[in-house]
C-alpha cells in the first residue's frame, strides 16, 4: 500500500532555531516522486519542493534543505533559522508513478509554531 | 488567471441540499485535481481530469458526488444530498502536463471551499 507517516503532529520553536520535519513514506512503485507543500494559515498549499524516486541528491534552498534516503524511505525536511513567518502546517506528499494513477498520498501534516 | 480560484470560499448549506463547488484553473493548465480536506488531516484525493475527460475519479467517496470539466478548463464539483460528514474544505489544483507523469511537477492550489453542512 502507498503511505506517507509524518508522526510529528506539532512541533513548536523559538526563532533562529533549526528544525527538521520528518517524513516516511511506503510504495511498491520503482519510480515515484516525492513533495513537500506548506500550509500558512490562509489555507493555500504551497508547493516547496519535488523530488523523483532516482535523484537522491540532498538539496538546498536558502534557509530550507532536504534529505531523500532511499534506503530508509525518509524525505525529512529541515528549516535553518527558522523564522515566525515559517509558521505553517507542512505536508509530505507522495506522488504519481510511472504505472498510472495521477494522485498525491498525503501524510497528516506537521504544524510548526515559531515563536518570537 | 494568476493562479488557481475556487468559488465561493465559504458555503453553509443545509443537510440533503445539493452544492456545487467552482474552480477556475490556470490558464493553460490541462490537469485538474480536485482533494478534500477534513480538519486535521492531509488533501485526500477526490478526481483528476485531463482535459474535458475524467481521467481518475477513484477517490470519489460515492455517487452522491460529481464532478465536470466540459470545455477543458473551469471545473465543478457538485455533491447531491448533503450530509455532515461531507462538511470539509475542498482544494482544486492544476499543473502542466509535462514530460513526466501528470502532476508530478507539483500542483498550484487554490484556497480553497470551506464546505459547512448543518
Known amino acids: 500500500a502507498q503511505k506517507v507517516t509524518q508522526a510529528q503532529t506539532e512541533i513548536s520553536v523559538v526563532e533562529k532555531e533549526d528544525v527538521t520535519l520528518d517524513c516516511v513514506y511506503e510504495?511498491?512503485?520503482?519510480?515515484?516522486?516525492l513533495f513537500w507543500y506548506k500550509q500558512p494559515p490562509s489555507g493555500e498549499l504551497v508547493f516547496l519542493i519535488r523530488?523523483?524516486?532516482?535523484?537522491?541528491q540532498n538539496e538546498i534552498s536558502g534557509r530550507y534543505s532536504w534529505n531523500f534516503q532511499k534506503s530508509t524511505s525518509s524525505f525529512n525536511f529541515t528549516i535553518t533559522a527558522s523564522q515566525v513567518v515559517d509558521s505553517a502546517v507542512y505536508f509530505c506528499?507522495?506522488?504519481?508513478?510511472?504505472?498510472?494513477?495521477?494522485?498525491?498520498?498525503f501524510g497528516t501534516g506537521t504544524r510548526l509554531k515559531v515563536l518570537a | 488567471g494568476a493562479g488557481v480560484s475556487q468559488t465561493p470560499s465559504n458555503k453553509v448549506t443545509e443537510k440533503g441540499k445539493y452544492v456545487e463547488l467552482r474552480c477556475d484553473p490556470i490558464?493553460?493548465?490541462?490537469?485538474l485535481y480536485w482533494y478534500r480536506q477534513s480538519l486535521g488531516q492531509g488533501p485526500e484525493f477526490l478526481i483528476y481530469?485531463?482535459?474535458?475527460?475524467?481521467?481518475?475519479d477513484s477517490g470519489l467517496p460515492n455517487d452522491r458526488f460529481f464532478a465536470v470539466r466540459p470545455e477543458g478548463s473551469v471545473s465543478t464539483l457538485k455533491i447531491q444530498r448533503t450530509e455532515r460528514g461531507d462538511s470539509a474544505v475542498y482544494l482544486c489544483?492544476?499543473?502542466?502536463?509535462?514530460?513526466?507523469?501528470?502532476?508530478?511537477?507539483?500542483?498550484?492550489f487554490g484556497s480553497g471551499t470551506r464546505l459547512t453542512v448543518v
Open positions: 510504495t511498491r512503485d520503482t519510480t515515484y516522486y
Open positions: 489544483a492544476s499543473s502542466l502536463t509535462g514530460g513526466g507523469p501528470p502532476g508530478s511537477y507539483g500542483y498550484t
Open positions: 481530469f485531463q482535459g474535458t475527460g475524467a481521467a481518475d
Open positions: 523530488r523523483n524516486s532516482f535523484d537522491e
Open positions: 506528499a507522495l506522488g504519481p508513478p510511472a504505472s498510472g494513477t495521477y494522485k498525491y498520498i
Open positions: 490558464s493553460g493548465h490541462t490537469a
